[in-house]
T-cell receptor, first 114, second 113 residues
Framework: AQTVTQSQPEMSVQEAETVTLSCTYD???????LFWYKQPPSRQMILVIR??????QNATENRFSVNFQKAAKSFSLKISDSQLGDTAMYFC???????????FGTGTSLTVIP | EAQVTQNPRYLITVTGKKLTVTCSQN?????MSWYRQDPGLGLRQIYY???????DKGDVPEGYKVSRKEKRNFPLILESPSPNQTSLYFC????????????FGPGTRLTVT
């Protein structure tokens, strides 16, 4: 079975600063998919960024980027120029090669301080 | 508007009273899935469906049933709810293919007393 670990239950960052959220996972699969989801107070789940394990290049989406270290099974999320609207719970997720099964971490609650 | 809808959004019920949470998507997605979210545990997958009449267990299927008779609908059935099924439930859908974006419904807050 796959496991996803987020070791930072809560984090805070000053507006306009950069913050990195950590995620590690455990799997015996060679190909898989990794995601970061954002859940604001509205509870809506929003995809932030995704990474395919067979791609070595780290994914980026505007102010969001990942540091994917396959050998270390690490998938951290970097948020640059933090904005108040980034305040949310962030979940790291692992998708199996078939895409049928998903495993989420326990989440990191991020607060952006004005 | 492309969306996943869930009903009801809030439900308080008693132990043992059968209930169904509906999920519907209008994007012609093949894949649909149910998750429960609990504090400190994140989201855990209950069941998923790859297409009509094709379903399979996720990580925490005990106490739940699903069916997929139509492509757009994927109801979650609790035949005898218990207090440990009090949770926030999400339905999600996406196109076939492993790396597609999952579109989540707004969530259903279920309380079982």
């Amino acid at each position: 079975a796959q496991t996803v670990t987020q070791s930072q239950p809560e984090m805070s960052v000053q507006e306009a600063e950069t913050v990195t959220l950590s995620c590690t996972y455990d799997t015996s699969e060679n190909n898989y998919y990794l995601f970061w989801y954002k859940q604001p107070p509205s509870r809506q789940m929003i995809l932030v960024i995704r990474q395919e394990a067979y791609k070595q290049q780290n994914a980026t989406e505007n102010r969001f980027s990942v540091n994917f270290q396959k050998a270390a099974k690490s998938f951290s999320l970097k948020i640059s120029d933090s904005q108040l609207g980034d305040t949310a719970m962030y979940f790291c997720a692992f998708g199996t090669n078939t895409g049928n099964q998903f495993y989420f971490g326990t989440g990191t609650s991020l607060t952006v301080i004005p | 508007e492309a969306q996943v809808t869930q009903n009801p959004r809030y439900l308080i019920t008693v132990t043992g009273k059968k209930l169904t949470v509906t999920c519907s998507q209008n994007m012609n997605h093949e894949y649909m899935s149910w998750y429960r979210q609990d504090p400190g545990l994140g989201l855990r997958q209950i069941y998923y469906s790859m297409n009509v009449e094709v379903t399979d267990k996720g990580d925490v299927p005990e106490g739940y049933k699903v069916s997929r008779k139509e492509k757009r609908n994927f109801p979650l059935i609790l035949e005898s709810p218990s207090p440990n099924q009090t949770s926030l439930y999400f339905c999600a859908s996406r196109l076939a293919g492993p790396n597609g974006e999952q579109y989540f419904g707004p969530g259903t807050r279920l309380t079982v007393t």
